[in-house]
């Protein structure tokens, strides 16, 4: 016998010998958590099935507060009413034209200090396309359609004129009869991630909804 060929019969020797029946250790691992897997799935199916039956899968139409036109409601710091709406083919500072939308309407602060609703408190809809836009453009307020970042509800006054402006590109949507306001119902809240105390009116996942009428005024192109 070589030198080699008896390396490698010791090598050989040296391995003990495994019975190929034998189920690897990983395989019984497995056997043996097989129980809890078990277990840990009809728990799950137990809850999944507690929830289903107490509705909690159920569509939910409890987020949304209907408010009728013209009629007054109280949104946090805020006392709004929004009767009507506007909608006119107009041109934005790049010469395009889009659709300017005008929603109509009253507001005040019942706080004692001055305050401006957010742009991304309001949403508008048009029901038959589904196009939307988020935010507002502008916030006029009062008579004379102050806008600027001074415009805001000075507490004590009674409702002043409140208008909310929202553009639409001109493909968004053809104009009907009804717009679809929502504005967000506020609460007031600790905001920050880390909970330090950095309280302020922030919006919440319920809404108050007008189906308020929409008036087509003529194009003003020039």
């Given amino acids: 016998m070589t030198k080699a060929a008896a390396s490698t019969d010791q090598g050989a020797a040296a391995v003990p010998h495994q019975d190929v ?9 497995a056997r043996r958590a097989w129980p809890w897997f078990l ?8 809850v999944v099935g507690l929830v289903w039956a107490l509705g909690g899968f159920d569509y939910r139409d409890d987020l ?11 949104n946090g710091p ?16 790049k010469d395009e034209q889009q ?5 109509i309407g009253t507001g005040r602060t019942t706080m004692d ?3 401006r609703p957010a742009n991304d408190l309001f949403v508008v809809k048009d029901a038959r396309s589904g196009a939307y836009q988020e935010e507002t453009q502008r916030q006029l307020f009062g008579l004379g359609e102050s806008s ?30 009804t717009l679809i306001l929502v504005a967000w119902e506020l609460e007031w ?19 108050y909804r007008m189906d308020l009428p929409l008036k087509r005024l003529p194009d003003d192109l020039d």
Avoid: C, M
């Avoid at 805020?78 to 500072?93: G, I, M, R």
């Avoid at 659709?99 to 929603?103: I, K, P, S, T």
């Avoid at 507490?155 to 104009?175: C, K, N």
């Avoid at 809240?189 to 809404?207: I, Q």
């Fill in 189 to 207: 809240r600790d905001t920050s991630l880390l909970k330090v105390g950095d309280y302020r009116w922030a919006a919440t996942h319920d809404y």
């Fill in 99 to 103: 659709w300017e939308v005008v929603v």
């Fill in 148 to 177: 600027g970042t001074g415009s805001l509800f000075t507490p004590g006054l009674a409702p002043i004129r409140y208008q909310l402006v929202f553009e639409f590109p001109v493909s968004a949507f053809e104009p009907e009869s």
């Fill in 64 to 74: 949304a507060t209907t408010i009728r036109p013209g009629q007054r409601f109280t």
């Fill in 21 to 29: 029946g034998t189920p690897p250790v990983v395989e019984s691992r």
């Fill in 39 to 46: 277990a840990t799935g009809v728990a799950v199916a137990l």
């Fill in 78 to 93: 805020y006392e709004f009413s929004f009767a009507s709406a506007t909608v006119q083919k107009t041109k934005n500072y």
């Fill in 113 to 115: 200090e001055s305050i």
